[in-house]
């Protein structure tokens, strides 16, 4: 067949045309000895007529073992390219011979002088047509079924919900220029051979494909014109995807760390907690030892003293303790909340975070500010008391 259509072609470019369809091609044609062999093989293949035409009055057929007595000489040729299954006069003719689907990778289009087996820079019309073709192909492996008679297929696709979504293939040539800048099919397809997840992917994809035509049409052209959109909700939704799959181990983690600062605040709670009864006690203590006649001047000094170091002891070291050690936390949690802020799944955790944050957090920072109330308080008494019985019993006695 190679032989046969590389033969067509050579003669087809020499030939001073004179009429072309479909079904055949005609025109004049000087036989030279460098051409020749091509319309031997058309004789082998029984789609040629070659008629002389020296003597008007006397047109008679040229059989192939009289060709050679033609060298140098114009004839006309009717070479009947219907019966060459890969020969199309027009791209039109091409089309309707493939439209779904390249039947043959050897192929010539007359029309726009394009042979397969030649190197070419480029041709726009075959450029864009296998594209297409790439993307027919690309949904026919996406498909639940599909329905093809003649030049008319769908593809069908099930939802979960027994509703079906069809695509119509339908296309004409002027349509092929839409295609000029469609990509993305073959990493799609490597992402779709990972062993691991392709599944996944394949069913995001068709998700988002299902739902665009749902939201939009189910015409072909629509999805070639809208593709880089789809290409962007299927990017988006594996994201989701990832965060979604990853989110249990997040979650466990999350939930640790979680604890673990509900671990601390409470711990700051029994600190804060005890603090606000054991204060009072130790300060009633120190109140108990003072000398209330007033002749024991030195001892009162002394307890006055060790209630100013008691006071420095819990002001300074315990308490102060205490609001770093909740500042630490609330660092924590909000390094933890801008962690996680990016991904959308996990915003219940983020909001039992800041709720955390707010009210937990915020519970402890009004205990410390108690415990700091009664602890000025008290000492304020210790020293009231001291001026006291300095004041109007020791130096009157």
Request: net charge negative; proline share 1%; glycine share 4%.
């Amino acid at each position: 067949m190679k032989e046969l259509l590389n033969s067509v072609i050579q003669v087809k470019r020499l030939l001073d045309l004179k009429e072309a369809d479909s079904i055949c091609i005609k025109g004049f044609f000087v036989i030279t000895q460098s051409n020749i062999e091509f319309i031997e093989v058309m004789y082998d293949n029984n789609i040629i007529d070659v008629l002389s035409i020296g003597d008007p009055d006397n047109i008679k057929n040229i059989f192939k073992e009289d060709i050679n007595h033609f060298i140098d000489e114009k004839v006309h040729l009717e070479i009947r390219t219907g019966g060459i299954n890969c020969y199309f006069e027009t791209i039109n003719d091409f089309l309707n011979g493939n439209k779904f689907k390249l039947k043959n990778e050897l192929f010539y289009i007359a029309e726009n002088d394009y042979y397969s087996e030649e190197p070419t820079i480029g041709n726009d019309f075959v450029n864009n047509y296998n594209k297409n073709i790439e993307l027919i192909d690309f949904l026919r492996s996406l498909s639940h079924t599909n329905y093809l008679v003649g030049n008319q297929l769908k593809y069908y696709f099930y939802r979960i919900s027994n509703s079906i979504v069809e695509i119509d293939i339908k296309y004409s040539v002027q349509d092929l220029d839409f295609f000029s800048e469609l990509e993305g099919f073959q990493e799609l397809k490597n992402e779709f051979s990972d062993p691991i997840s392709h599944k996944d992917k394949k069913e995001l994809f068709i998700n988002e494909l299902v739902n665009f035509i749902e939201n939009n049409s189910s015409e072909y052209l629509t999805i070639v014109k809208n593709w880089k959109t789809i290409l962007n909700y299927y990017g988006k939704s594996y994201k989701l995807y990832l965060a979604g799959f990853s989110f249990e181990k997040i979650k466990t983690s999350s939930n640790e760390h979680f604890q673990k600062l509900l671990d601390r605040i409470y711990d700051s709670i029994s600190k804060v907690s005890g603090y606000i009864f054991g204060i009072p006690i130790g300060f009633i203590l120190l109140l108990n030892y003072f000398d209330y006649t007033g002749l024991l001047i030195f001892k009162n000094i002394v307890i006055l003293v060790l209630s100013v170091l008691f006071f420095v002891l819990i002001w300074h070291i315990l308490l102060k303790n205490i609001k770093e050690s909740i500042d630490v936390i609330e660092e924590d949690i909000e390094g933890f909340i801008i962690l996680i802020s990016t991904v959308a799944v996990l915003n219940p955790i983020k909001e039992k975070l800041e709720n955390l944050k707010m009210k937990s957090i915020k519970k402890q920072r009004n205990k410390l500010k108690i415990v700091k109330v009664i602890t000025i308080a008290i000492f304020a008494l210790t020293v009231i008391v001291f001026s006291y019985i300095f004041l109007d019993i020791s130096i009157y006695l």
